[in-house]
């Protein structure tokens, strides 16, 4: 018989109640509401996020990263896996209890990641982080953006408003990126409204659906395309 679930620690939100839920040593789960947000024996498509996000910059000194939601810190963890010592990765994160629970009851599951030293922490949301970016450019500017986020692209995405996955978020996305930039997204399905605003926006996208079977979300990866001579995509 499975083992009943104990909350941790409970807080509320503009969304509804945020728990953290704990069964047996290494079982987790975020809730809201009565949404379940992730589950620590779940977390194959974070993992790849991580890893397909950042696995160019391997031997790339001096590479800058923002990470958009840190959940359990899974996403967190394959990026830093990805890295050189010298990186240095900005973790934009909405909810400061979510910090506490990645540097406390959550860190055995990743070998503590969010107190790596070449981690800093930012509790606010992530589009003010890329706007502030794309406005300052040069050292502000990243190499790589990943956004794990529980709400991905869908169908019902604003076309020009919202303000991850809109026309107008994709053009500050775009503008915040050193000119050979990837943006990783993570998301539940497929979504071709989100994929032609990207590309419209001069990337070049494709799409991974990492495993074989159970739950399999997805990775949208868009790489921004070379300039040509005047300038243009």
């Given amino acids: ?3 009943p679930w104990k909350i941790i620690e409970s807080m509320a939100t503009d969304d509804g109640l945020l728990e953290l839920r704990q069964r047996g040593e290494k079982d987790f789960m975020i809730m809201i509401g009565s949404q379940v947000l992730m589950n620590s024996l779940a977390n194959r498509s974070e993992v790849v996020l991580g890893q397909l996000g950042c696995g160019h910059l391997k031997n790339r000194a001096g590479a800058r990263i923002l990470v958009g939601g840190l959940g359990m810190g899974f996403t967190l963890k394959a990026v ?3 890295l050189p010592n010298e990186a240095e990765v900005i973790v934009a994160e909405l909810n400061p209890v979510v910090c506490e629970w990645c540097l406390g009851p959550l860190a055995l599951l990743t070998d503590n990641a969010a107190a790596d030293p070449r ?8 589009s003010q982080l890329i706007r502030k970016s794309a406005l300052i450019g040069g050292k502000a500017l990243f190499d790589a953006i990943v956004l794990d986020l529980y709400r991905g692209p869908h169908s019902k995405t604003d076309h020009h408003n919202d303000p991850l996955y809109g026309s107008r978020a994709i053009e500050e996305i ?7 930039g990837l943006l990783s997204v993570w998301g539940e399905n497929y979504d071709e409204g989100f994929n032609k605003r990207l590309n419209s926006a001069g990337f070049t996208v494709s799409t991974v659906r ?8 997805l990775v949208f ?7 040509t001579k005047n300038g243009k995509h």
């Fill in 119 to 126: 981690v800093s922490l930012e509790i606010c949301d992530v």
């Fill in 221 to 227: 990866l868009a790489r921004l395309k070379p300039a």
């Fill in 174 to 180: 775009r503008a915040a990126l050193k000119p050979s």
């Fill in 1 to 3: 018989m499975a083992q």
């Fill in 80 to 82: 830093l896996d990805s």
């Fill in 210 to 217: 990492p495993g074989r079977g159970g739950l399999r979300h």
